[in-house]
Antibody
Framework: QVQLQESGPGLVKPSQTLSLTCTVSGGSISSGGYYWSWIRQHPGKGLEWIGY???????YYNPSLKSRVTTSVDMSKNQFSLKLNSVTAADTAVYYCARLLTGELLSFFYFDYWGQGTLVTVSS | QSVVTQPPSASGTPGQRVTISCSGS????????VNWYQQLPGTAPKLLIYSNSQRPSGVPERFSGSKSGTSASLAISGLQSEDETDYYC???????????FGGGTKLTVL
């Protein structure tokens, strides 16, 4: 059974960088066909896709966040990470990591495994 | 505001059949498959339906999905009290080159 677990500071000051790590267990992050994703949920609001990364290093980001987002993979630790810089109060949210499976030519896609989520508050 | 639209709320009585709609455009639902997620309070979303109408192992048969054109629907038959929670649809969006989620529907079991 694949499990994902987010970790990182729960409080970040405005203008600083939010850094989170997702540790994957029960499966290899280098398994083909999967993209490792970040999704956030503002308090009481809906879900927003942030970006995803393939173990090969290919990355794709939500255009609305692209200028501030960086993701990376550490295959030796079976982890992937998110960095969001220049944060403001608007970045306060629960951040989820999730595994994204896609079919050839996007014949299908879905997030099948999710972390429990971690609340990150941006405040001085 | 999401490019994929859901009603903010829906309701039904125990045993009833309810549907939740998800409306998009040719760049998302019209061109790609739709997923549905169930999110219980304080927990991560759980995949309920993928590829428009497929149920992952363990999801009861009373949950079903369909898609037509640029809209999709989630139907829940034999409504139970534990179904009272939030539901989100998701579709790939060509403009985003990534997934887009609906705003979510809060289902109340009266």
């Amino acid at each position: 059974q694949v499990q994902l677990q987010e970790s990182g500071p729960g409080l970040v000051k405005p203008s600083q960088t939010l850094s989170l790590t997702c540790t994957v267990s029960g499966g290899s992050i280098s398994s083909g066909g999967y993209y490792w994703s970040w999704i956030r949920q503002h308090p009481g609001k809906g879900l927003e896709w942030i970006g995803y990364i393939h173990y090969s290093g290919s990355t794709y980001y939500n255009p609305s966040l692209k200028s501030r987002v960086t993701t990376s993979v550490d295959m030796s630790k079976n982890q992937f990470s998110l960095k969001l810089n220049s944060v403001t109060a608007a970045d306060t949210a629960v951040y989820y990591c999730a595994r994204l499976l896609t079919g050839e030519l996007l014949s299908f896609f879905y997030f099948d495994y999710w972390g429990q989520g971690t609340l990150v508050t941006v405040s001085s | 505001q999401s490019v994929v639209t859901q009603p903010p709320s829906a309701s039904g009585t125990p045993g009833q059949r309810v549907t939740i709609s998800c409306s998009g455009s040719s760049s998302n639902i019209g061109s790609h498959t739709v997923n549905w997620y169930q999110q219980l309070p304080g927990t991560a979303p759980k995949l309920l339906i993928y590829s428009n109408s497929q149920r992952p192992s363990g999801v009861p048969e009373r949950f079903s999905g369909s898609k037509s054109g640029t809209s999709a629907s989630l139907a829940i038959s034999g409504l139970q009290s534990e179904d009272e929670t939030d539901y989100y649809c998701a579709a790939w969006d060509d403009s985003l080159n990534g997934p887009v989620f609906g705003g979510g529907t809060k289902l109340t079991v009266l």
